[in-house]
Every structure is written in C-alpha cells, then in structure tokens.
T-cell receptor, first 110, second 112 residues
Framework: LAKTTQPISMDSYEGQEVNITCSHNNIATNDYITWYQQFPSQGPRFIIQ???TKVTNEVASLFIPADRKSSTLSLPRVSLSDTAVYYCLVGDSGFQKLVFGTGTRLLVSP | DTEVTQTPKHLVMGMTNKKSLKCEQHMGHRAMYWYKQKAKKPPELMFVYSYEKLSINESVPSRFSPECPNSSLLNLHLHALQPEDSALYLC???????????FGSGTRLTVV
C-alpha cells in the first residue's frame, strides 16, 4: 500500500485559496488518489478523486503531476466551514484496504 | 438513497455487556467496512466485507465480532469490551468501481 505524507496542520483566512500537498512516492500504476474531509464526530466525506493531470468538481480541484508522486488539493475561497481534517489516500479501484494517514488539520479564521 | 446509516449514534456500555452496532446502505455497494477512530487520530481499519464475506480482519480482538447478514446490512457485535475500546466506530461502503467510500456518521461508543 502506498504511504502518504501530508502537513500536520495549516492555517488560512476566509476567502483565500488553500493548497494541501500530499506525497506518495511509491504510488502504483493502478492506484488512484482520493481526498476526504472530516469534521469532528462525523465520518469522512469524499471530496475528489483523480489519476493524473487535473480534476475539478464543484468544491475542489486536484492537481497531479506527470510522475504522480505527489498531489495537491486546492480549495478555492475557503470559508469558516472548511475547517476540518483533510486526508489523502492512495489505492486501486477494487475493494480497497484504505489506510488513512495522519491527515492535515486545516483551520480557517475570520 | 446515497447514505450509510449507523445506529445507535451514541452507546454507553459496561464491560460485561453485550451490544451491537448496526450499519445499513441501499446503494448496491458490494463492499462494507468497519473503522475505529480515537480522538484526534485517523480512522483505523478493522474489517472488510466483500460480497457478504469477510475478506480482511486487521487482527482485531475477538471481543469485536462482525456480521454481514445481507448485502445491505453490516453489524458489529460487542462483548466484554474494555474502556480503551471507547471510540467513534465508522461504517463505510464502496462499489468495485471508482468513487471512493461513503461513510456513515458513526457510533460514539463509551465503555464504562
């Protein structure tokens, strides 16, 4: 299983763009990169998933360089409600044994 | 229906009690998972069921007993737990194709 490394915490202010980078040096050919958001006492929520280049949805963008050894989750114009823990996970498309890393604790201030 | 429903939301049990956690999904997902999460820690995988059969057991103590009666339902039977088993227990489900996991809101378990 590819291990992931993320910053432990990040601080931002409302309205700013936040970029959280995840390192996954031993990612396998069949692996996809998936990001989850978790609020206290709730289950993680799927944000975005990608394999290469760039993926965008209504809440975030995911940038993956050609070597796929890292990925960056971009949250445009964050608000206070984006304060949460963000997890980057790597695995293939089957019944994955998903292992969560330490995650990044994002604090958005007024 | 795009949700995973977990019941109860909160549970307090004594160390000699027997209780069960329930998880239900109606998305047609063929894999279901139990995770345990302690405060300020990431979720830890406990069990994986695929097509109603236990496929992964992450060396979980026998006081935790999973059961998958059908493709929509997953139970976790608890017996003789210890105070250190107090945690948020999360259920998730997934398809064989892409799209990630769908997690429930969890059961907050306190063992006294």
């Amino acid at each position: 299983l590819a291990k992931t490394t993320q910053p432990i915490s990040m601080d931002s202010y409302e309205g700013q763009e936040v970029n959280i980078t995840c390192s996954h040096n031993n990612i396998a050919t069949n692996d996809y990169i998936t990001w989850y958001q978790q609020f206290p006492s709730q289950g993680p929520r799927f944000i975005i998933q990608g394999y290469k280049t760039k993926v965008t949805n209504e809440v975030a963008s995911l940038f993956i360089p050609a070597d796929r050894k890292s990925s960056t989750l971009s949250l445009p114009r964050v608000s206070l409600s984006d304060t949460a823990v963000y997890y980057c996970l790597v695995g293939d498309s089957g019944f994955q044994k998903l292992v969560f890393g330490t995650g990044t604790r994002l604090l958005v201030s007024p | 229906d795009t949700e995973v429903t977990q019941t109860p939301k909160h549970l307090v049990m004594g160390m000699t009690n027997k209780k069960s956690l329930k998880c239900e999904q109606h998305m047609g997902h063929r894999a279901m998972y139990w995770y345990k999460q302690k405060a300020k820690k990431p979720p830890e995988l406990m069990f994986v069921y695929s097509y109603e059969k236990l496929s992964i057991n992450e060396s979980v103590p026998s006081r935790f007993s999973p059961e998958c009666p059908n493709s929509s339902l997953l139970n976790l039977h608890l017996h003789a737990l210890q105070p250190e088993d107090s945690a948020l227990y999360l259920c998730a489900s997934s398809q064989t194709t892409l799209g990630g996991y769908t997690f429930g809101s969890g059961t907050r378990l306190t063992v006294v």
